[in-house]
């Protein structure tokens, strides 16, 4: 993987390069804002730039990038109760969509990678309402 794109467009200005991170986040930031998806699954290194306050935005993201195409694998946390055939096939779109039409190439791949599922959290202050005593 390159860090840069090599002549990925020349025009009569000079040349247009898109770093492969450009591209990590818009596909990590189209993967999210499908409904289902919890979040985006990253590795160690990740979790501890996040616990170093520093949020990012490529979290669970890979892309292979060359001068025409791309390919992308997303790793993300649905949520229970979602149809994961369905919210995977609606990353896909939204991905190839997001990435073709603000870069330019073609993307030939999404692969989508659940690495787990996460559960609607309940509200304790609902959940331990003050019981009424038994005695007076």
Do not use: C, W
């Not at 930031?29 to 490529?58: C, P, T, Y």
């Not at 890979?62 to 001068?67: A, M």
């Amino acid at each position: 993987m390159s860090s840069i794109v090599p002549d990925y467009e020349k025009t009569e200005m000079g040349n247009i390069q898109i770093a492969p991170e450009v591209i990590e986040v818009i596909a990590g930031l189209a993967a999210v804002e499908v409904q289902g998806v919890a979040g985006m699954s990253g590795g160690f290194a990740s979790g501890v730039v996040e616990l170093l306050g520093r949020k990012n935005l490529a979290k669970g993201v890979k892309v292979e990038v060359g001068q025409k195409e791309a390919a992308v694998d997303v790793s993300i946390i649905i949520e229970y109760g979602y149809k994961i055939p369905e919210v995977a096939g609606q990353i896909q779109n939204n991905v190839k969509r997001a990435i073709e039409s603000m870069t330019g190439l073609d993307v030939v791949e999404v692969n989508v990678h659940i690495h787990d599922v996460q559960f609607k959290s309940v509200d304790k202050s609902s959940e331990e309402e003050p019981s009424q005593s038994r005695v007076k």
